[in-house]
Structure formats: structure tokens, C-alpha cells
């Protein structure tokens, strides 16, 4: 069965570092998400991308967030000078544009980033 | 914007017991996920409902939608421990949004 694969499954970093996490999404999907989920809390949307441009994001998808998709495969997700709280669990998703009422989505296994 | 407040936030029960797991919502649903994540990895998709009173099962696990499409429960009929897990519930909100709200989940214990 089709997979969302993200890498790295952890990451470490130091406060202030930049980090870009990366997601490949499934090959025929058109619509990609970022999603985050802080320990212990609830799986926060930050940003959703289609036609190479960000469809819509949240307020926490601040400039220090930026996503792209630098070839026809990876979508990634870059936080600029990283903060003690944006140590998280980062979820890339995506779904295949057929249709506005039914929506799949399929989520990777996560990415587990950890600021210190 | 939507909230989605899920019930209990923690449940334990015995093995081979039945439970519910609710989701309810502050807007009109257009479409309910219900995924499956085990504590500090990914989400496994379970169902997916959108028609107002539609009901899914797949296994041991069944899913309504009101007719109303605001509340969904989840039901595990004859529990295991492969139960175990945190299930979230997600809503597409419509109206040209795009991406999911999530509640903050339900933790479950299996108790052999």
C-alpha cells in the first residue's frame, strides 16, 4: 500500500539551528500537509500546499516556517532559528485532488523533533 | 473555527468489554476521520464518515455519524489489547477549507 515516508524519525537540534524536515509524499497525490503535534497535545494543521504555492495555513505557520517542494518528489519543511517549544511531533500528510467532498488523507509516520 | 471535543479523554477497560469513544463538534461536520495513533508515533487511518447518519465497521470497531453530523462515536465491540492506542477524531470543516481539526484524542487502556 502506498506510504507517506518522512525522514529523519528524530531529530535533535539546538536552539537557534535550522532544521528542514522532509516528507515524500504518495507519487499521484496533488494536495500536501504539514501538521504538529506538541507531547502530550492535540495534532495542530500548519500549513497545506497544492500547485507548487500554500493554499492555507495557521497561525502558527509564522515566517519562521517555510515549505517547498524542490523536485517532483520530496516536500519539506523548513524552521528557521528553532525554539525550546517547537520541540514536537512534525506529520506530513497528502491526499489526491479528485473531488472537494471526499478527501483521504495519509499521514507519515511523523518526524520527532527535539530542541535543546 | 471548529472545535472538536472528544469523551472521554481516557477510558480503561477490561479486556473483551464494549466501549464508546464520542466526538462532538461545534460546527456541521462535512467530512469525520477517526485514526488510530499509539502514543508518540504516526496516525493509522481508520474511517472516514461524511452522510449524516452513516455508520462504518471494519473489524471490531464501528462508527456513526449523527443525522445531524455533529457528534460521531466510536464503538469496540469485544476489546483487545491490539485495541490499545489514542484514537483522535479529525473534521473537514468545508466551506473551501482545507486540512483537518483534530480533538485532543482518547487515551484507551486494555486491562487483561
Known amino acids: 500500500e502506498p506510504e507517506v515516508t518522512q525522514t529523519p524519525s528524530h531529530q535533535v537540534t539546538q536552539m537557534g539551528q535550522e532544521v528542514i524536515l522532509r516528507c515524500v509524499p504518495i507519487?499521484?497525490?496533488?494536495?500536501f500537509y504539514w501538521y504538529r503535534q506538541i507531547l502530550g497535545q492535540k495534532v495542530e494543521f500548519l500549513v497545506s500546499?497544492?500547485?507548487?504555492?500554500?493554499?492555507?495555513k495557521s497561525e502558527i505557520f509564522d515566517d519562521q516556517f517555510s515549505v517547498e517542494r524542490p523536485d517532483g518528489s520530496n516536500f519539506t519543511l523548513k524552521i528557521r532559528s528553532t525554539k525550546l517549544e517547537d520541540s514536537a511531533m512534525y506529520f506530513c500528510?497528502?491526499?489526491?485532488?479528485?473531488?472537494?467532498?471526499?478527501?483521504?488523507?495519509?499521514f507519515g509516520s511523523g518526524t520527532r523533533l527535539t530542541v535543546v | 473555527s471548529q472545535e472538536l471535543e472528544q469523551s472521554p479523554q481516557s477510558l480503561i477497560v477490561q479486556e473483551g468489554k464494549n466501549l464508546t469513544i464520542n466526538c462532538t463538534s461545534s460546527?456541521?461536520?462535512?467530512?469525520l476521520y477517526w485514526y488510530k495513533q499509539k502514543y508518540g508515533e504516526g496516525l493509522i487511518f481508520l474511517m472516514m464518515?461524511?452522510?449524516?447518519?452513516e455508520e462504518k465497521s471494519h473489524e471490531k470497531i464501528t462508527a456513526k455519524l449523527d443525522e445531524k453530523k455533529q457528534q460521531s462515536s466510536l464503538h469496540i465491540t469485544a476489546s483487545q489489547p491490539s485495541h490499545a492506542g489514542i484514537y483522535l477524531c479529525?473534521?473537514?470543516?468545508?466551506?473551501?477549507?482545507?486540512?483537518?481539526?483534530f480533538g485532543k484524542g482518547t487515551h484507551l487502556i486494555i486491562q487483561p
Open positions: 500528510a497528502s491526499r489526491e485532488g479528485t473531488g472537494q467532498l471526499i478527501k483521504f488523507y495519509t
Open positions: 507519487s499521484n497525490h496533488l494536495y
Open positions: 500546499f497544492y500547485n507548487n504555492e500554500i493554499s492555507e
Open positions: 460546527k456541521t461536520l462535512y467530512g
Open positions: 464518515l461524511q452522510k449524516g447518519g
Open positions: 479529525g473534521a473537514d470543516s468545508g466551506g473551501g477549507a482545507d486540512g483537518l481539526t
